[in-house]
Structures are given as C-alpha cells and as structure tokens.
C-alpha cells in the first residue's frame, strides 16, 4: 500500500507559493513611520544649519551685491576682539554659576528626598516655579528689583539710609545675571536630580539601614553615585545654555546701558550684528563658530562625566 502526497492547494486550486528571497515585506513601514519627523528635523534643524553656513561664505558689499569670499568672515570672526571678549565672558560666567546653581540643586534634591522635609510637594512646586517663569519677564522682574531709583535696592537704601552696591554697575551686572540664571532654573535641576533618586532601589536603603550606615553614608556611598548620569546631563545642558545667555543681558542693557555693550554676549553681538548692523552674513559665521566651540565644550563635560563615573 502506498501513500501519495500532494502540495495543499489554495482557494484558486494553486499551490501557495513562498514570499521571494531577498525582499522582506515591509521594510519600508518603518521609514513610513519615521518620516514626520526626519520632515520636521530637515525642516528646523537641518535647513537652517545649510543656510547659515551658505551666508557665512558670502558678503555684502557695496559694489558688486552678494559676491563669494570663502573663508573671510571666519578669519575675520576668529580674530575679532570684541568676539572672543563675548566668549572669555561667558566662559568666566559658565565657570561660576553653574557649580553654584548644581549645587543648590543637588542640596536641594537631597533634602527633598530625605522623607523629612514638612511639606515636601509643596517646597518641590515652589522650587521648581521660576522655570515656569518666561525669561524676559524674569529678567524685567529682577531689573526692576536691582534698581537704584525706583526698584527694591533704591527703597532699601532710602528705608536704611545706607548706599548699597548697585547691581547694575559694570563691576556686579554679570553677577546679577548669574542670580537671574540661578532663580530660574536651579529648580529645572533640581527636578532632574531629584527623579534619578526616585529611582535607586529601596534593598539599597535597607542594607545600609541594616549595616547601620548614617545619612551622610547613605548620601556618599549610595546617592552621589547614582546621580552622576543626572549630574552629566545637567552640567551639559548648564553649558549649553550658558553659552546661549542672551535674554538677560537683552533685557537689562536699557537699565544698564553703560554695563551691557551690543558685544556683552556672544548671542548678543550675533544678533546686533543681524539685526542693527546689517551684516547678517558676519553674524553667520559668528554663530556657526559659537554653535562648534559649544559642541565642543559639552562634549568634553560628557566624555569627563563618563570617565569619573567609570
């Protein structure tokens, strides 16, 4: 007795045939899916970037119109004085304010996961409130706080009947700027940091509690460590922002015109020289050169933030 097989047909009466070789079914849904937002990033990112660097090797000239000159605004950029007295400002404010603002925000991240703060979710709603706060309105607040005439300073000095230290002046500005800075986005970190303690293991507690560590322990050997990758992200995105310090200085230099130049700022000398000098090609390269020097920074905050924590 023999048995025959035969291939199961389909509803046509045919055989079902394999899907071919090399020709995977579907392997254009993901670009389907991911194509809203390559469209958005070309858009604002990329597009922009293209025609920045396109301005920057051009220039405006009298006779002739907009005529091609290579690499001339870039030489001219990185040998301008008042370009690189931008940077060395923001740099020395970079090196000052940002150690000052983390630090308030790990001590405050900390207190508030200690569990022995009264009213911790209403501390962590008022901490984090200034960042709610639009920049301009918060530098126009403060402006106002630090004048002499009219503002909290002046009502101080009168009310005392002492002459205190004008926020203003040449000598205190970027300090005043730093405090603005601070008030507004002390609290931004402090939610950052304060969400990677949420996340360590309570075991972790529990052993140290076992092996009868203190709080000071606890804090060295169990929470400093697990916020090191919160830490990193803060310090870069501090960078970052501290290099793009333009709305303060905008702000206050009505209030203090003979502290605050056009050039105070590296986003603020870009802009003047846009917007009032007519030079926008110049003011392309300029912030192309800020744009790689800031890439550059934060990147070395990374790659040192990844080698202390291994």
Same mark, same amino acid.
């Given at each position: 007795?023999?048995?025959?097989t035969?291939?199961?047909?389909?509803?046509?009466?045919?055989?079902?045939?394999?899907?071919?070789? =090399? +020709?995977?079914? /579907?392997r254009w849904t993901?670009?389907?899916f991911?194509?809203?937002?390559? %469209? *958005?990033? !070309?858009? &604002?990112?990329?597009?922009?970037?293209l025609y920045?660097?396109?301005?920057s090797?051009?220039?405006?000239?009298?006779?002739?119109?907009n005529?091609f000159?290579?690499?001339?605004?870039?030489?001219?950029?990185l040998?301008?004085?008042?370009?690189?007295?931008?940077?060395?400002r923001?740099?020395?404010?970079?090196?000052?304010?940002?150690?000052?603002m983390l630090f308030?925000a790990l001590?405050?991240?900390?207190?508030?996961?200690? =569990? +022995?703060?009264? /009213?911790?979710?209403f501390?962590?709603?008022?901490?984090?409130?200034?960042? %709610? *706060?639009? !920049?301009? &309105?918060a530098?126009?607040m403060?402006?106002?706080m630090?004048?002499?005439?009219?503002g909290?300073?002046?009502?101080?000095n009168?009310l005392?009947?002492?002459?205190?230290?004008?926020?203003?002046?040449?000598?205190?500005?970027l300090?005043?700027?730093?405090?603005?800075?601070t008030?507004?986005?002390?609290?931004?970190n402090?939610?950052?940091?304060y969400?990677?303690?949420?996340?360590?293991p309570?075991s972790?507690?529990?052993?140290a509690?076992?092996? /009868?560590?203190?709080?000071?322990?606890?804090?060295?050997?169990?929470?400093?460590?697990?916020?090191?990758?919160?830490?990193?992200?803060a310090?870069?995105f501090?960078?970052?922002?501290?290099?793009?310090?333009f709305?303060?200085?905008?702000i206050?230099?009505s209030?203090?015109p003979?502290?605050?130049?056009?050039?105070y700022?590296?986003?603020?000398?870009?802009?003047?020289l846009?917007?009032?000098?007519?030079?926008q090609?110049?003011a392309a390269?300029?912030?192309?050169?800020?744009?790689?020097?800031?890439?550059?920074i934060?990147?070395a905050?990374?790659l040192f /933030?990844?080698?202390?924590?291994?």
């Amino acid at each position: 007795m023999t048995s025959t097989t035969t291939a199961e047909p389909t509803s046509a009466g045919r055989p079902r045939r394999p899907p071919p070789r =090399g +020709r995977p079914r /579907g392997r254009w849904t993901g670009w389907g899916f991911l194509a809203p937002f390559m %469209a *958005v990033f !070309a858009l &604002v990112f990329v597009a922009p970037i293209l025609y920045s660097l396109y301005l920057s090797v051009y220039r405006d000239r009298l006779v002739g119109g907009n005529s091609f000159v290579g690499l001339d605004n870039y030489r001219g950029a990185l040998t301008d004085p008042v370009f690189w007295e931008s940077v060395s400002r923001v740099t020395l404010f970079l090196a000052v304010q940002v150690p000052i603002m983390l630090f308030l925000a790990l001590l405050l991240a900390l207190a508030l996961d200690s =569990g +022995r703060l009264y /009213g911790r979710d209403f501390f962590r709603i008022s901490i984090f409130m200034p960042y %709610a *706060v639009p !920049a301009v &309105v918060a530098a126009l607040m403060w402006g106002f706080m630090y004048g002499t005439r009219f503002g909290l300073v002046g009502n101080a000095n009168d009310l005392l009947g002492v002459t205190l230290p004008d926020p203003l002046s040449p000598g205190l500005i970027l300090a005043s700027i730093g405090n603005i800075v601070t008030w507004q986005f002390v609290g931004y970190n402090m939610l950052i940091l304060y969400s990677a303690l949420r996340t360590v293991p309570h075991s972790l507690y529990e052993a140290a509690e076992v092996d /009868g560590a203190g709080q000071l322990r606890v804090i060295t050997a169990i929470k400093l460590p697990a916020l090191r990758g919160a830490l990193v992200i803060a310090a870069i995105f501090s960078v970052i922002g501290s290099f793009q310090l333009f709305n303060e200085p905008s702000i206050l230099r009505s209030l203090a015109p003979n502290a605050i130049s056009s050039g105070y700022t590296p986003n603020l000398y870009t802009y003047s020289l846009a917007f009032s000098g007519q030079q926008q090609n110049y003011a392309a390269a300029v912030a192309i050169i800020m744009g790689l020097l800031t890439m550059v920074i934060a990147y070395a905050v990374q790659l040192f /933030g990844m080698r202390k924590a291994a």
